[in-house]
């Protein structure tokens, strides 16, 4: 099977997903979410079908779904300790994700002037949370660097020839998303409600992690 057969499915309940948080029905999210979650690790794992499917690219990308997937379960609760516990796993996402884009593409010189922009953009948006985060200064300031980590281990894959450009910027611009997501979750958290907070960090949250898998369907191309 294609693995885009299943991106309208990923849409339509994602789609299914914001309209449950817009008229909070609870019952609901807890559905959609981690369906949503589980159709974008199986858009990944589709991809072990193809004849030169490269099985430890899918593998690593899917450990990560899987560590986000637990992610998405915690943070449908409104505990403290469950808030935590999610804020772990999409760490531990992250440091599979950031692991798996330097084994296979490795690091390139372009990369240093990118680093320094992400370093610039994680630094003046921890400042602009730090009045808000109390206690949770010190784990957020980790997790801004291992995703900020994430994103330019990310940008590797646009340099490297084991990628070809569409997978390359399937991966960039899905971490991009992916941050961006994290950034909208963080402001509506610890700063203020969002307007459209739903529609914004689940589009962009599912957005970039949709792609992500999909580089896992492509990356076989680059080297058949």
């Given at each position: 099977m294609n693995p885009l057969i299943l991106v309208p499915v990923v849409v339509v309940v994602v789609g299914l997903l914001i309209r449950a948080h817009a008229i909070r029905e609870r019952r609901q999210v807890y559905v959609w979410k981690p369906l949503a979650t589980l159709l974008v690790i199986a858009v990944a794992a589709l991809s072990l079908a193809q004849p030169s499917a490269r099985p430890l690219y899918t593998a690593a990308l899917l450990v990560g779904l899987s560590f986000s997937l637990a992610g998405d379960v915690a943070l449908m609760f409104d505990a403290p300790k469950a808030f935590l516990t999610g804020l772990v796993c999409f760490l531990l996402a992250h440091v599979v994700y950031s692991a798996t884009f330097v084994t296979f593409a490795g690091r390139y010189p372009q990369q240093i002037a990118i680093a320094a922009v992400v370093a610039a953009v994680g630094v003046l948006f921890?400042?602009?949370?730090?009045?808000?985060?109390?206690?949770?200064?010190?784990?957020?300031?980790?997790?801004?660097?291992?995703?900020?980590?994430?994103?330019?281990?990310?940008?590797?894959?646009?340099?490297?020839?084991?990628?070809?450009?569409?997978?390359?910027?399937?991966?960039?611009?899905?971490?991009?998303?992916?941050?961006?997501?994290?950034?909208?979750?963080?402001?509506?958290?610890?700063?203020?409600p969002l307007r459209n907070y739903?529609?914004?960090?689940?589009?962009t949250y599912y957005g970039g992690q949709l792609l992500i898998a999909l580089s896992a369907a492509y990356f076989a191309s680059a080297l058949s």
């Open positions: 921890y400042r602009y949370l730090y009045p808000g985060l109390g206690q949770m200064r010190l784990p957020v300031a980790c997790y801004a660097f291992v995703i900020s980590i994430m994103v330019l281990a990310a940008t590797g894959t646009l340099f490297s020839s084991e990628f070809t450009s569409l997978q390359g910027w399937l991966v960039t611009i899905g971490a991009v998303l992916f941050y961006v997501s994290d950034m909208i979750l963080a402001v509506n958290r610890f700063l203020r739903a529609l914004a960090n689940l589009s």
